[in-house]
């Protein structure tokens, strides 16, 4: 695909686009050959050999996006000090190196993204994306309709109010299974960012312990068919969808 030689070379890594602009009238970058200093030359790295300071670009390797499920008591992160099992060890097959996208705590479960492709996750931990994320969380207590009309219009968390977000209760299971056969209640919560603990933290804000929490929702994707531990490969089109989501960012303000 033709594409700016600034573009291809902010893509590879090499330089941020300003920055490619610079070297390339600068005379620093080759194609096919001779020097091109031309702003608006195109190229295709597929096809092209574009060398940069006498070097050359090669192809980007194959972006994979991940969607896993992650089960309590693993961490979310690539290595782990106290040698915990960790959310890329449970990846098999999959020889590209993925990196998880935010985090789920120890304690918690549920969905989690894993990936190699930067922009991917530039976007989705941007605030102003407001990508929704959902979560399901059992309570120690039972918070009164005013407390949680107050966490959805925002609480000061670290000095800073968090978003507005929608809260409601789910339905009670009377006999066995879940959510409620303890009799503590269920609550369904979204929001549009993922500040440190934030949903632990907004619940202990008014009183009502989370003892159990678990990421059912992340945008348009949800656990269906995905068992705790398991994980499957986005489309690309999934992948398409989610760069191009943008939420009501007067919300993430
Ligand atoms: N909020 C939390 O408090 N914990 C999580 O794991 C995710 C969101």
């Not at 608006?40 to 670009?57: F, R």
């Not at 896993?68 to 590209?96: A, C, F, H």
């Not at 809260?167 to 066995?176: D, E, G, K, P």
Request: hydrophobic letters at 35%.
């Amino acid at each position: 695909m033709q594409e700016r030689l600034q573009k291809i070379i902010a893509t590879a890594g090499i330089a941020s686009r300003r920055k490619a602009e610079e070297m390339i009238t600068q005379g620093r970058v080759m194609v096919n050959g001779p020097v091109v200093r031309e702003l608006g030359s195109k190229a295709d790295l597929e096809n092209d050999h574009i060398k940069v300071d006498g070097k050359l670009l090669s192809q980007p390797g194959r972006r994979v996006t991940l969607l896993l499920n992650k089960p309590i008591g693993v961490i979310s992160s690539v290595s782990d000090p106290q040698k915990r099992q960790t959310v890329v060890s449970l990846v098999r097959g999959i020889k590209e190196r993925v990196y998880p996208v935010g985090r789920l705590d120890y304690q918690s479960s549920g969905l989690l993204l894993l990936t190699n492709d930067g922009d991917l996750a530039n976007h989705m931990m941007a605030r102003a994306s407001a990508v929704p994320r959902t979560y399901h969380v059992k309570l120690e207590g039972s918070p009164d309709s005013k407390a949680l009309a107050k966490l959805e219009q925002g609480i000061v968390l670290d000095g800073q109010r968090t978003a507005p977000c929608q809260i409601r209760a789910l339905v009670q299971a009377s006999r066995r299974g879940n959510p409620g056969s303890s009799g503590k209640p269920w609550y369904e919560i979204t929001l549009v960012e993922g500040r440190y603990h934030q949903v632990r933290r907004m619940f202990e804000r008014i009183g009502c312990a989370v003892v159990k929490l678990k990421r059912v929702r992340i945008a348009f994707l949800t656990d269906h068919g995905l068992a705790p531990g398991r994980y499957r490969q986005l489309t690309p089109d999934e992948v398409t969808r989610l760069k191009h989501w943008k939420g009501n960012s007067a919300a993430a303000k």
